[in-house]
């Protein structure tokens, strides 16, 4: 099984080196952003498993990096950081962190740390696969083991590609997908900046499963963003 896609986010040269070779030398595979900005992009463009964040980055704090990961994406963060007072912890943990490790640090702590969160992981993935394979959302239901999605007991008539959208999102309801994580998922890297094509067959599954064009129900835009599915009552 592959290790985790990590992504570190450090300025500190030094410090990112010692934390990628020892990610090296473990078989992890990693992405490194040396700013806020670059750690964002990072995120979104390649969805990592798990990241690693120092909170003193040179164009924004690392909380703020954590708070807006967190309007759209639940992946696991672990705060590496010099800051050793409680409430640098607790604000850092309540932004939506998962865990704070305290400069300077041992790299087996480290190793620790992220085979708890590899074994979180790993353990979601599996009530995953075991929850029932019929997605219900309002009138919408999706029956993936048979490969077919109803709106109000009628089948849709989806293309292959609106599926997978219609898939990837009833997945993830409730959160935002970016256009280059959705571009990546359906079609690969190749894809990745075709937003145009990606606009496209989402207005043709949005025609199918939306009685109203313009009050949705179950797909939400979100402006330069992204898209969501919405839970229905």
Not at 41 to 69: C, R
Not at 125 to 150: M, R
Not at 189 to 203: K, P, Q, Y
Request: charged share 25%; with cysteine.
């Amino acid at each position: 099984m592959n290790k985790p896609l990590v992504l570190v986010v450090e300025d500190d040269s030094s410090v990112r080196n010692l934390i990628t070779t020892t990610l090296k030398a473990h078989d992890y595979r990693y992405l490194t952003a040396p700013s806020g900005a670059s750690a964002i992009l990072e995120a979104s463009s390649h969805n990592p498993e798990i990241v690693l964040l120092d909170l003193g980055l040179p164009d924004m704090d690392g909380v703020e990096v954590i708070q807006k990961v967190r309007t759209w994406s639940n992946m696991p963060i672990i705060v590496i950081s010099a800051r050793s007072e409680d409430t640098d912890k607790i604000d850092a943990l309540d932004a939506g962190a998962d865990d704070y490790l305290t400069k300077p640090f041992s790299v087996e702590e480290l190793l620790a740390r992220l085979r708890v969160i590899q074994r979180r992981l790993i353990m979601m993935k599996s009530e995953s696969l075991a929850e029932a394979s019929v997605f219900t959302n309002g009138k919408l239901k999706i029956d993936y083991a048979a490969g077919c999605a109803y709106l109000d007991q009628e089948e849709l008539h989806l293309t292959p590609i609106e599926y997978k959208l219609l898939c990837l999102l009833s997945a993830n309801t409730g959160k935002v997908l970016t256009h280059s994580f959705i571009t990546q998922k359906i079609w690969g890297s190749s894809w990745e900046n075709d937003i145009a094509s990606l606009r496209v067959f989402m207005a043709g599954l949005r025609k199918k499963i939306e009685k109203e064009a313009g009050s949705p129900q179950y797909i939400q835009t979100h402006i330069g963003v992204g898209y969501r599915m919405l839970k229905v009552e």
